[in-house]
């Protein structure tokens, strides 16, 4: 992350951040009226000192009564500029960051694919937990103080200046002083609060990382070396949060001394003898208390330039997310009748320069065809499934869907014509049926949800719950087997009806009886459709349109199974060592894991 370097790059990213104040202005401004309500009792406070003094003095016979009502009239415009000030202050502060963790969320979910490679979910999380938490420390308790105690020294030195200019003078020599101490402080503040965050990015990640792997690093006898990861990125967050403190420790009481010193040398020459000010026993006693009332306010903005300078720090590294190039659009073709023919012409791709995936794919699927890739981990098989959602551009040459480009497309007219079941199956915490009826098939009827069940073979399983469809699976499905989980993926694309189906390893988590169940749910699911099917175990394949073996990113063998056999080549290597490893180790059924009642 790039620190900023000019002296007007924070306020430029401070004013930026304000800009979300503006649909609430007249909540923004009723809390500034409520500090500068807040602020004159402060004065008026130095004023009653005024007259309390002058009433002794004079022996005014009014005095017992105007002194108490003025001091509970202070004590009532107080609390209510307290209350009025807080309140809109934070209500407006609290809207500010919920709209930039919407503006944040909705970022993420159209940024290209490449900056989720690039950064890790910890660093990303983080971003939305902790730094926008920093951001709101900056606009509610930072911009509550700056503004009370603002606008409290603004009118206390007024009150000084009007009685007695010169000695005002004296005191506000000491300005630049305080000035280039909080200068100095902000400059260390800024950079530490970047720190602090890339650190807590560290914490978050490498926490995230053990719930994710829980089982792998018991099993692998990890915990200790995890435990000292956690522990190193941890110590790094609190060395940059301790040194945080010592220059919030420091630069406090170092105001607070140039403060006191110039108060002192307030008092030494108010009442040296050679020093005639003309000020009554009242004028003088409260120059002297808005003087000292000046010392909270000063050393209160001290303070603040802490959280300021972080909320800075953690709104940059908001906004390096907001300015992120979302995916290119780059079309607005809608195909509204898609047939699903699709054709690869020289097709190339890299995720890192110089190193290709796909080296000059040509192929062409027929509408309703069903095409295999097969082949070695590392030949491109998921690359190019990853191409045709434009989760990713080719480098080079180019993707046609029903005769026209991928990029013509509109992108979200593009995706409703695919249906994608992975590998890596994704549940979301609710129920089975909310995971089957996803996104845009949320509205399905339960007959249409009930039949794609039926037909990935869920209702199997789902059929023994108390609670059917609607039984809670836990975060990322955990109270379920991983067949069972890849069922309800299975299911889900059935239910998109989309006239593109991926298949992405799509039964690899299914024991063999669960297997023949969903292959012939499939066989079922994919005619009429244009089916992309990966798969590792070519016995679930023999019955493809189209085999393609592909290695190092070329498609080096394309035919049918029996056609391919005959070549005696890559794909019949590949066949015969299957048969071989399947007759020296029999399938077993994989153990599943009922939800429990």
Sequence with gaps: MTEPTLPE??????????????PYLIAFFLGIAGFILYASTQTGFAMLMEYLVDAIGEEKKDAYIYGPLALMGIALARGVGTFTGNYFTSYVARNVVHQLRLVMFDKLLVLPMQYFHDNSSGHIISKISYNVEQVTEAATDSLKISIREGATVIGLLGYLIFLNWKLTLIFAAVSPVIAVVVIVASKRFRRLGHRIQDSMGDVTHVASENVDAVQVVRVFGGTDSEKSRFSAASKQNLRQSMKMAVTEALSTPVVQLIVSGALALLIFFALHPVMNTGMSAGEFIAFITAAGLIAKPLRSLTEVNGAIQRGIAAAQSIFELVDQTSEPEAGDFKNQECKGRIEMKDLHFSYIQDKP?????DL????GQTVALVGRSGSGKST???????????????ILLDGKPLSAYELKNLRDKIALVTQNVVLFAGSIRDNIAYGATSGASDEEVIAAAEAAHVMEFVSRLPQGLDTEIGEKGTKLSGGQRQRIAIARAILKNAPVLILDEATSALDTESERHIQAALENVMQGRTTLVIAHRLS?????????????????????HTQLLALNGAYSALHNMQLSEEKEQPNSAVERQEISE
């Design 364 to 367: 062409v699927v027929e509408p």
């Design 357 to 361: 995936v796909l080296k000059g794919l």
């Design 9 to 22: 790059t924070g306020m430029k990213i401070y004013l930026r951040l304000l800009t979300y104040v503006r």
């Design 384 to 398: 190019m499934a990853n191409l045709l959602p434009r989760f990713y551009e080719p480098s080079s040459g180019a």
């Design 540 to 560: 679930t394949i023999e019955n493809a349109d189209q085999i393609v073996v592909m290695d190092q990113g070329k498609i080096v063998e394309q035919g049918s």
